[in-house]
């Protein structure tokens, strides 16, 4: 990560030329490569070098992620329990409402997308909204369902 990231799930990440993960803050930026999900330990992508802080980026498909959880109940026996543990992304009014089916870019508000001008898959195309988004009185909304496909 070339900044803290923490609490920013769902913000707009780009990949700068020093390998490192940075919020966006461009308009149509095409160095889009997803968005932030959770800081993981791990090997980087680049030089395949172990790190206690990565950020975990998702860069194609769902934009909620599900983790299947095992409990013990009271009775002993094993319960399964799904929980959803990546939320969406933060998209802004900039392009204007967004429709299911629209598609989304980065925003020159930092790490957020918005609706895209036109609808032809560019560079810079980063997602296909899956939720309508009407912002009323409203700048932001966060945990919006989509599908990546930037990574």
């Known amino acids: 990560m070339g900044e803290d990231l923490t609490g920013q799930e769902g913000c707009a990440l780009i990949l700068k030329s020093d390998g490192k993960v940075y919020k966006s803050t461009v308009v149509n930026d095409k160095k889009i490569i997803g968005f932030f999900g959770e800081i993981v330990s791990g090997k ?27 409990e013990v109940d009271s ?3 094993t319960v399964q329990r799904e929980t959803k543990y990546i939320n969406g992304i933060k998209v802004c009014n900039e392009g204007g409402d967004i ?53």
């Open 44 to 70: 980087d992508s680049i030089q395949n070098t172990e790190r206690d802080q990565l950020a975990f980026v998702v860069g194609i498909g769902d934009s909620y992620h599900w983790k299947t959880i095992e």
């Open 75 to 77: 009775s002993g026996n």
């Open 99 to 151: 429709e299911v089916g629209d598609l989304l870019v980065t925003s020159s508000r930092v790490g957020y997308f918005m609706k895209q001008s036109d609808d032809l898959i560019r560079n810079y195309t980063a997602a296909r909204c899956a939720q309508t988004v009407t912002f009323g009185g409203d700048t932001e909304k966060s945990g919006i369902y989509c599908i990546m496909m930037c990574g």
